[in-house]
C-alpha cells in the first residue's frame, strides 16, 4: 500500500524525551554540513559549465582565425602567436582553477564524515551481546523477510521481486497476493476509479459486516456523489444507483436523507447549496485510508509497514540502550542482560506503540510472557506464574495480598 499516497494511520502527537531531542540535534548538525557539500556542489557545477563554455568559445575562434590564416597561404603573424600563447596559458589557469575548487569540495566531503563521528557512534551493534539473538543466518533472514514485506507494502512490487532474486528468498505467492490484490484497488483509487474496491468489498461483505466496518456504504456513498457531480444529465443515473443504499438504511439513515435530499438542489447547482460538502475531493483521500486500514483487519495484515515501526520505536530506544550499555560497563555488569524477549529496563515509546494490554507482575516486577504467563488466584488477584511457583509453602498457596490460603493447581491462565 503506498504511504506516499494515502497515510493508513494519521500519526498521533508525539512527545520527545531528551535523549530524542539530542538525537535529531546531532542529525540536524550532520545535514547542515551535508547542505554545505551540496551548495558547493551547485555552484561548482555552474561554474565549471560557464568557464568551460568560455573556454570552447575562445579556442573556436582562434581555431577560425588559424583556418583563414592556412588558406590565405600567409605565415603566422606575430599577433596570432601571441593569442594561441595566451589561449594555452588560459587553458592552463581554468584547469588549474577548477581542480582547486574540486579540491576544496574533497575537504567538505571529508568534514561531513567527521560531522558523522563527531555526533554519532561508530558502533552501535555493541548495545547488545550477540547471545540474545538467534543465529547470524535467521538473523539476516528475519530482516530480509522485513524488508520484503515493507517493499510490498509501499507498492515497490518490483524492487522486491529483485530482493527475492537477489537474495534467494524463497517466498510463497500466497504472502504476495494480499499486498498485490491490495496494491491494485488502491492504484485504482487513487485514479478514482471505483470499481476493483467496490467488487472486493462486495465479495467479502459479510466478513466487513463482522468487523462493524462501513467501507461498502463509504464507496456507494462515493458513487453517488459522482453522479451528483454530473449535474442534472445524472440525476435519473443518481436515483437508479440509490438503491444500493437500501441494506445499509437501519445504520446509516442519516447519511442517506442527507444524499437523497441533495438532489432538490441539482438543477440550481450542487456546488452553491447546503450540499456544497459533498463535492469536498477529501472523500477520496478518506476512502483510501478506510480501505486501507479494514482491508488490512481482514486479511491479517498490519496497516503500518512493521519494519517502519521498528525503527522508529528504534531511534528513540537507542539512546536509551546506549546509556545503559555504558553504565553496565562502568560497573562491570554486563552479563545483567541476557534474555531474548524482554529489555533490561522499560523504555517508553509512546501512546502510539501500544499494540496490546501489558501486565506487570506485582510480585517479580517483570512484564508476563509466554513462558510466564499471568494467573488469576481463586481469590481474584493476578500474579505472574514464576511467582506463584516461589509463594509455594508446603503444597499450598497463600495470596500475598489477601490471607487466603489456595491450592496453586486452581490458579487459572488469563490472556488480556
Known amino acids: 500500500m503506498r504511504s506516499v499516497h494515502s497515510p493508513f494511520v494519521p500519526p498521533g502527537p508525539t512527545r520527545w524525551g531528551p535523549d530524542t531531542v539530542a538525537a535529531m540535534e546531532q542529525c540536524a548538525s550532520v545535514e547542515r554540513e551535508v ?3 551540496l551548495q558547493k556542489f551547485l555552484t561548482y557545477g555552474q561554474h565549471c559549465e560557464q568557464s568551460l563554455e568560455e573556454l570552447l568559445h575562445y579556442v ?3 581555431r577560425a582565425d588559424l583556418a583563414s590564416t592556412a588558406v590565405q597561404g600567409t605565415p603566422l603573424s606575430a599577433t596570432l602567436s601571441l593569442v594561441m ?4 596559458r588560459k587553458i592552463k589557469d581554468t584547469v588549474q582553477k577548477l581542480a582547486l575548487d574540486h579540491k576544496d569540495i574533497h575537504s567538505s566531503v571529508s568534514r561531513v564524515g567527521k560531522a558523522i563521528d563527531r555526533n554519532f557512534d561508530s558502533e552501535i551493534c555493541g548495545v547488545v551481546s550477540d547471545a540474545v539473538w538467534d543465529s547470524r543466518e535467521k538473523q539476516q533472514q528475519t530482516l530480509q523477510m522485513a524488508i520484503l514485506e515493507h517493499l ?3 507498492g515497490m512490487l518490483s524492487v522486491a521481486e529483485e530482493l527475492c532474486q537477489e537474495s534467494t528468498l524463497n517466498v510463497d505467492l500466497d504472502f504476495k497476493q494480499p499486498f498485490l490484490e491490495l496494491n491494485r484497488i488502491l492504484e485504482a483509487l487513487h485514479e478514482q476509479d471505483l470499481g476493483p474496491a467496490l467488487e472486493w468489498a462486495v465479495s467479502h461483505r459479510q466478513r466487513l459486516l463482522e468487523l462493524n466496518s462501513s467501507l461498502e456504504f463509504k464507496l456507494h456513498r462515493l458513487q453517488f456523489i459522482r453522479f451528483l457531480a454530473g449535474g442534472p444529465e445524472k440525476q435519473l443515473e443518481a436515483l437508479s444507483y440509490a438503491r444500493h443504499f437500501q441494506p445499509f438504511a437501519h445504520v446509516h439513515q442519516r ?4 444524499m437523497m435530499g441533495s438532489l432538490v438542489y441539482l438543477q440550481l447547482g450542487l456546488e452553491k447549496s447546503p450540499y456544497c460538502h459533498l463535492l469536498d475531493n477529501s472523500h477520496w483521500a478518506e476512502i483510501c485510508e478506510t480501505f486501507t486500514r479494514d482491508a488490512c483487519s481482514l486479511l491479517g495484515l498490519s496497516v503500518e509497514s512493521p519494519l517502519s515501526v521498528s525503527f522508529a520505536s528504534g531511534c528513540v530506544a537507542l539512546p536509551v540502550l546506549m546509556n545503559i550499555k555504558a553504565v553496565m ?3 562491570q555488569c554486563s552479563g545483567v542482560w541476557s534474555h531474548k524477549d524482554e529489555l533490561p529496563i522499560e523504555i ?12 506487570a507482575c506485582p510480585i517479580l516486577r517483570q512484564q508476563t510472557s509466554d513462558s510466564n504467563p499471568p494467573i488469576k488466584l481463586i481469590c481474584g488477584h493476578v500474579i505472574s506464574r514464576d511467582a506463584l511457583n516461589k509463594l509455594i509453602n508446603g503444597g499450598k498457596l497463600k495470596c500475598p495480598y489477601c490471607p487466603m490460603e489456595q491450592n496453586p493447581a486452581d490458579g487459572k491462565r488469563i490472556i488480556f
Open 35 to 37: 547542505d554545505k557539500v
Open 60 to 62: 573556436g575562434q582562434l
Open 85 to 88: 600563447s595566451q589561449c594555452c
Open 152 to 154: 510490498y507494502q509501499q
Open 255 to 258: 447519511e442517506i436523507q442527507v
Open 329 to 331: 560497563e562502568q560497573r
Open 348 to 359: 517508553e515509546l509512546g501512546m502510539k506503540c501500544w499494540y496490546h494490554s501489558v501486565f
